[in-house]
């Protein structure tokens, strides 16, 4: 099943070009708004799954083209974010020690939004593709035999990054928690319509050209690891998002005016729009391409304010 928040976040299932409103169904659980409504959904996803599947099969549809499509997870209670967990189209020697680190819920934008780049000196900005798992029940100390069973569904998600900010040794959490830095949507597919979320493919274009393509076979540490690891050091709960992580080698550059697509096979597609009122630029050669000419670290800067302060380096 897919769900979708649309128009004043009204919850719906999505049925090929048809999205079903299904919100009375649903009004029993405990909710205060739209982030904790989709979050008890899951957390009841084996109470109220019938009564969602009946309500779509009997409700009258709308076409998704004629609605505004929400975040389809306002405010999961956590998102984490996988760093360097790809083995880069076997680049890398040996994979990188597992790491991850914490960006904010309240980056998060949907589908059809836009991401804002912040005026602050940043080599480059950023967007990675990844595949992001929702997590549908309290996990604590998961086993990675058992990790598997923790997935609810999964989701398009986008990691903002603004590259190079200082201070270097500390910048994780200005780098990637910035508002409107982590685009989700354009809604969530549930556990068990991916038949192997170890074998999807990723892509993202940006203005129609195709920078990163890439499988989730390539991971360093495979799904249940991830989930392993991460429950180890803190609690996660139904509706959490954990991002597994991207192949950095088709990174380019996120500027002003770009239109932005992500397919996470499966998950659909998800679209945003990038802006930046100081109108900076860079080349459009992606990591691979600087690589391929013998050149290190991120494409520079060319115009705009900033220009000329950075150092180019690729952090994460």
Known sequence: MKLMYFNDYRLGVVKGEQVIDVTSSVQNIPHTGPGNLINGVIERWADVRGTLERAANSGKGLPVTQVKIRPPLPKPANIECMAVNYMEDGTRKAPAPINAFHKSPGCIVGHGDTMVLPDIPSNIFEGEAELGLVIGKHAKNVKAADAMSYIWGYVNFIDGSARGVIPTGNS?????????????????????????PQKLQVRLWVNGALK?????????????????????????????????????????????????????????????????DLKRTWARETRLEREQKGLKGTTPQLSGKYAGAGSGRAAG
């Open 172 to 196: 994780f959490y200005q780098m990637k928690s910035r508002a409107t830095f982590a685009p989700i949507g354009p809604y969530v597919v549930t556990a068990d319509e991916i038949r192997d």
């Open 212 to 276: 990163q393509n890439f499988n989730t076979s390539d991971m360093a540490h495979n799904i249940p690891r991830c989930i392993e690891w991460m429950s180890a050091i803190h609690d996660l709960e139904p509706g959490d998002i954990l991002a597994t992580g991207t192949n950095h080698r088709g990174l380019s550059a996120f500027q002003d005016g770009d239109t932005v697509d992500l397919e996470c096979e499966g998950c659909g597609r998800l679209t945003i729009k990038v802006r930046d």
